[in-house]
């Protein structure tokens, strides 16, 4: 059965200050991998998907990369802003669904 | 205008009654979603429907009915609510072209309370 994982639950970093976000699964038979952004509110927006053939995906500050093999995923955000504040989920397509880790919570500091 | 809707944002409701969560689009896709969101838990799927007459069952229905009324518009119900049901719960859409891989787009949440 596919397990997403994401650590840490929690982040605070100043504001301008790179960062990155993990988040891992244990089965690699996986169609592609998305990163989602929830604000409180608002519901989820779509920020990336790495199809499984992909090694990244690039939006602006954001870069995603994907590593089939070992089961992981990571999101770069690079100069961080208090914008950026939110809660980070990623989900992996497996099995004709989308499984979800329990996201990373986001604060940047001003 | 929001692509995707949810009505009521909020409800509270007493253990026993009958609950329905509505979701419509605009985005003319043909799938539809439902999952709840628990504390510190993923999402989890209860329902989706690749068109008006194709309804599957997700990871965690029990409890849960839905119905495709229209290609735009998808309904869950509780019929008897219970206080383990509390719960975000979202709608979410795509399109069909390369299958389920396609981006979800959600729509802002319905957060329940059964007390």
């Known amino acids: 059965k596919q397990e997403v994982t994401q650590i840490p639950a929690a982040l605070s970093v100043p504001e301008g200050e790179n960062l990155v976000l993990n988040c891992s699964f244990t089965?690699?038979?996986?169609?592609?991998l998305q990163w989602f952004r929830q604000d409180p509110g608002k519901g989820l927006t779509s920020l990336l998907l790495i199809q499984s053939s992909q090694r990244e995906q690039t939006s602006g500050r954001l870069n995603a990369s994907l590593d089939k093999s070992s089961g992981r995923s990571t999101l770069y955000i690079a100069a961080s802003q208090p914008g950026d504040s939110a809660t980070y989920l990623c989900a992996v397509h497996s099995n004709y669904q989308l499984i979800w880790g329990a996201g990373t919570k986001l604060i940047i500091k001003p | 205008d929001a692509d995707v809707t949810q009505t009521p944002r909020n409800r509270i409701t007493k253990t026993g009654k009958r609950i329905m969560l509505e979701c419509s689009q605009t985005k003319g896709h043909d799938r539809m979603y439902w999952y709840r969101q628990d504390p510190g838990l993923g999402l989890r799927l209860i329902y989706y429907?690749?068109?008006?007459?194709?309804?599957n069952k997700g990871e965690i229905s029990d409890g849960y009915s839905v119905s495709r009324q229209a290609q735009a518009k998808f309904s869950l119900s509780l019929e008897s609510a219970i206080p383990n049901q509390t719960a975000l719960y979202f709608c979410a859409t795509s399109d069909n072209e390369r299958g389920y891989t396609d981006t979800q787009y959600f729509g802002p949440g319905t957060r329940l309370t059964v007390l």
């Open positions: 429907s690749f068109d008006v007459k194709d309804i």
């Open positions: 089965d690699s038979a996986i169609y592609n």
